[in-house]
């Protein structure tokens, strides 16, 4: 649980110092820039993220006695849920305080609102929360800055009125920075990284105009890119893992099916050993079975129905494509964005819903265990809250499949973490 410091003596942030290259993760989500930027050296102050669920995760992998990486949390300010807004109406001097104090601000303002699976309202209350991350940089001044978010940040929005146009929020962002930062941007695959998900996103790195390195920012994503190869080798990861890479140990028709531990009706994935290189790395020493390996409890004729589709998109060709037109009609479905995942490749990038993906050979969706290999989490990793939420508290809630597919996946966040301690 949280640990709750507000009952301690609160010391000034005048004199705080971090031991090592700080950073605070905005909109952090359930912590998978937090884990990459920790495995690279930077040291963690505090994560701000309002949903109770995906704080549970962040708070139970970093905020424990038990955790690998733990932050270094202010004592002035709660280790509970906040939301920014509430965060800069309430904590403004703690985060003044702060100021010159933080090397990296990072973090990904909510996409839903971006996204091309989405609907891309413009209009989206969720779209201008970057205006409260570039309020956060005013207070804090970082010597860094780290944004990520869907490639579709960077499409216009057409506006209406009396005077229509366009409007872009990336380039809004950069305006709002650009007076005191050198800024870059790219759209990255992360398959380019070695995480076995295709994943195109939106990345954003500056730095303050006064610092020694500030030209340096210039050729950051030229590096990134040049470095990776390298860097995999060191960690013996593949250079290009695929689906079965990350997967297949973790296959019921091989390990077989035990009582979920966490009770109820529902079964999980037995486990035996990794048999890939890349599923050593995620098992990352962990001695016990890897958690949330839940399977959904499909009924027999949809098993069937997944039995079909999957061998149907094997037939057409279609695998890590959305299933054709004949097959939904064959089966008289609505949802056309269901793909089967395409064993000897790198999979289409995670979804937050289950249903949007299939495995490459059992009949069934994946598991919160499986799309987390996908994102490069290790096993130890565990995740917190409802698997999943349907209706209207799909706007409020972050289950664990979206906690996993909003993130950052660690493995290039840590090549970010790396990149950026270079600046400084």
Not at 227 to 233: C, G, N, R, T
Not at 289 to 315: C, K, N, Q, V, Y
Request: hydrophobic share 35%.
């Amino acid at each position: 649980m949280p640990m709750d410091r507000s009952t301690e003596p609160a010391p000034s942030l005048a004199s705080y110092r971090a031991p090592r290259p700080s950073f605070v993760d905005v909109f952090a989500g359930c912590g998978g820039l937090s884990l990459g930027l920790k495995r690279a050296g930077w040291n963690g102050l505090f994560a701000v993220e309002r949903d109770p669920f995906a704080f549970q995760t962040l708070a139970t992998n970093f905020l424990s006695e038990e955790s690998r990486f733990t932050f270094s949390w202010p004592p002035t300010l709660k280790t509970e849920p906040w939301r920014i807004q509430d965060l800069l109406a309430e904590k403004a001097t703690v985060l003044t305080e702060l100021k010159g104090k933080v090397d990296l601000l990072a973090g990904g303002p909510p996409c839903q609102g971006f996204s091309a699976a989405g609907r891309r309202k413009r209009d989206d209350p969720r779209n201008h929360l970057f205006q409260a991350y570039l309020e956060l940089v005013r207070l804090v001044r970082p010597k860094l800055v780290l944004l990520e978010n869907v490639r579709g940040f960077t499409a216009d929005f057409k506006t209406s009125g009396t005077t229509p146009g366009t409007l872009n929020f990336a380039a809004a962002l950069r305006q709002g920075l650009h007076t005191d930062y050198d800024l870059e941007a790219a759209v990255l695959r992360a398959v380019d990284f070695g995480v076995p998900q295709v994943r195109p996103r939106f990345f954003l790195v500056g730095a303050l105009r006064t610092l020694e390195r500030a030209d340096h920012i210039s050729k950051f994503f030229d590096d990134l890119r040049r470095e990776a190869p390298s860097f995999l080798s060191r960690r013996r990861l593949p250079r290009w893992p695929t689906a079965r890479d990350a997967l297949s140990d973790l296959e019921a028709t091989r390990n077989g099916i035990l009582p979920s531990p966490e009770g109820g009706a529902f079964e999980s994935i037995a486990y035996g050993a990794p048999r890939t290189p890349y599923q050593r790395v995620m098992r990352d020493g962990y001695d016990d079975p890897p958690g949330d390996t839940r399977l959904a409890r499909h009924r027999p004729h949809i098993r069937d129905r997944f039995a079909a589709i999957i061998r149907s998109s094997r037939e057409e060709g279609r695998l890590n494509i959305t299933i054709s037109r004949e097959t939904r009609e064959r089966h008289k479905l609505k949802k056309s964005a269901i793909r089967v995942l395409d064993p000897l490749k790198a999979a289409p990038t995670i979804t937050s819903l289950p249903d949007d993906l299939l495995h490459y050979s059992e009949p069934r969706t994946l598991t919160v265990r499986e799309t987390a290999r996908l994102q490069t989490f290790p096993d130890w990793f565990s995740f917190r809250g409802n698997y999943t939420s349907g209706g209207h508290r799909r706007r409020r809630e972050v289950p664990r499949f979206t906690q996993v597919a909003n993130a950052v996946p660690p493995l290039l966040a840590e090549q970010f973490g790396r990149r950026l301690l270079r600046l400084l």
